[in-house]
T-cell receptor
């Protein structure tokens, strides 16, 4: 699987948008970009995934650049409960395709 | 989203005993489930891929005779840590894969914290 790089940490103010960047310059044409988050001492939570078009759901928006070499996860109105480690992972679909977790980015939402 | 449960949520056992952890997909069927381990302040590490009705596939360095995986139904996979030792103390997390081409997604359980004394 292609690797991703994320800054180690960032913070944002409660109520503001949190924009989490991810680089995946070696992504191949049929690999998807997945985002998960892990709140301390819990299992990871699926957030969103996409191939090349921007995606939006009730949790977040995913913006993928046209060349697909980078993406941004946007939490439109961050709350204190959004404080977590966020993982950006690229993966093929299919049962034999694994999720490989890197170090992720620690998002701290401040009051 | 789909719901995955794990039982127990935590367990403390004596060195040398075996511990079984259950992973269930509650509202969907999962042909494929995964088992991960996470040590403090580290990321998740994949241990094995479990396919219903067949033998699990273990990652390099994971002892298959120590970590027994059974995936006997489309909603249940179990991980048994045999002859547990203190170095096996960790946070064990399972995930279940929904099927559906571009929509396929792994959903994770809440994790099981194992402490071996």
């Amino acid at each position: 699987d292609a690797k991703t790089t994320q800054p180690p940490s960032m913070d944002c103010a409660e109520g503001r948008a949190a924009n989490l960047p991810c680089n995946h310059s070696t992504i191949s044409g049929n690999e998807y970009v997945y985002w998960y988050r892990q709140i301390h001492s819990q299992g990871p939570q699926y957030i969103i995934h996409g191939l090349k078009n921007n995606e939006t759901n009730e949790m977040a928006s995913l913006i993928i650049t046209e060349d697909r070499k980078s993406s941004t996860l946007i939490l439109p109105h961050a709350t204190l409960r959004d404080t977590a480690v966020y993982y950006c992972i690229v993966r093929y679909t299919g049962a034999n395709s694994k999720l490989t977790f890197g170090k992720g980015i620690t998002l701290s939402v401040r009051p | 989203g789909a719901v995955v449960s794990q039982h127990p949520s935590w367990v403390i056992c004596k060195s040398g005993t075996s511990v079984k952890i259950e992973c269930r997909s509650l509202d969907f069927q999962a042909t494929t489930m995964f088992w991960y381990r996470q040590f403090p302040k580290q990321s998740l590490m994949l241990m094995a891929t479990s396919n219903e009705g067949s033998k699990a596939t273990y990652e390099q360095g994971v002892e298959k005779d120590k970590f027994l995986i059974n995936h006997a139904s489309l909603t249940l996979s179990t991980l048994t840590v045999t002859s547990a030792h203190p170095e096996d103390s960790s946070f064990y997390i399972c995930s279940a894969l929904t099927s559906g081409g571009a929509k396929d997604t792994q959903y994770f359980g809440p994790g099981t914290r194992l402490t071996v004394l």
